[in-house]
Nanobody
């Protein structure tokens, strides 16, 4: 069982930056958790969930085209945490952001890609990101 808790959301102006963090609480061994696919998705009011970024067991990453070049996903297995650095934010990035993890999609080739994030086995409660113009 894995519990994920997001932090770092807030309000910024266009062009600003935020760093989201996702802390995992798990009884799974660190070695096992390190093989999980970890990712972020977002949902804006009235819109469908959108996968944003993933990072697999090898550290390989996958991004939605809408955030590529602006967002960076990273992880720190020693801290049981992973992150989303968001730069050059625009009002279109305003949404609730959720972190998620899945033990079955360990690599990009095994489905650790952005369009699968909303269906991951474990997800957090979300953190709000608001970007004003």
């Amino acid at each position: 069982q894995v519990t994920l808790v997001e932090s770092g959301g807030g309000s910024v102006q266009t062009g600003g930056s935020l760093r989201l963090a996702c802390a995992a609480r798990t009884s799974t061994s660190r070695n096992t958790y390190s093989n999980y696919c970890m990712g972020w998705f977002r949902q804006a009011p009235g819109k469908e969930r959108e996968g944003v970024a993933t990072i697999d067991r090898n550290g390989d990453t996958n991004y939605a085209s809408s955030v590529k070049g602006r967002f960076t996903i990273s992880k720190d297995i020693g801290k049981n945490a992973f992150y989303l650095q968001m730069n050059s934010l625009t009002p279109e990035d305003t949404a609730m952001y959720y972190c998620a993890a899945d033990p079955t999609r360990s690599s990009l080739g095994w489905g650790c890609v952005v369009h699968t994030v909303p269906s991951f086995a474990y997800g957090g409660q979300g953190t709000q990101v608001t970007v004003s113009s």
